[in-house]
Nanobody, 120 residues
Framework: QVQLVESGGGLVQAGGSLRLSCAAS????????MGWHRQAPGKQRELVAA???????TYADSVKGRFTISRDNAKNTMYLQMNSLKPEDTAVYYC??????????????WGRGTQVTVSS
């Protein structure tokens, strides 16, 4: 079994910064692509940023230049540095890992989410 736990969310004023973390634990052989997604009230969940095991990154247009995704493969941990936050960044942020287990199975796992609220 694999568990993902997010941390670092909270309330911040517009223009401020937050750093999210997502740590995985369990019977993990290796982690492949990791990603941050978010869901605002009344909206669909959307991809914010993703990073491959080799470090190739992808960002949603709305966060390019403000957010930075990174990972530590040895710790099975992913980060999201969020700068110049805007009220429209308010959402629950979820992490998602592609994981290969010791059994050889490959599955996607989600965290439970962390709330980010940006006040104007």
């Amino acid at each position: 079994q694999v568990q993902l736990v997010e941390s670092g969310g909270g309330l911040v004023q517009a223009g401020g910064s937050l750093r999210l973390s997502c740590a995985a634990s369990g019977s993990i052989f290796r982690t492949d692509t990791m990603g941050w997604h978010r869901q605002a009230p009344g909206k669909q969940r959307e991809l914010v940023a993703a990073i491959t095991r080799g470090g190739t990154t992808t960002y949603a247009d709305s966060v390019k230049g403000r957010f930075t995704i990174s990972r530590d493969n040895a710790k099975n941990t992913m980060y999201l540095q969020m700068n110049s936050l805007k009220p429209e960044d308010t959402a629950v942020y979820y992490c998602k890992f592609q994981v290969q287990l010791y059994t050889g199975a490959r599955n996607d796992y989600w965290g439970r989410g962390t709330q980010v609220t940006v006040s104007s």
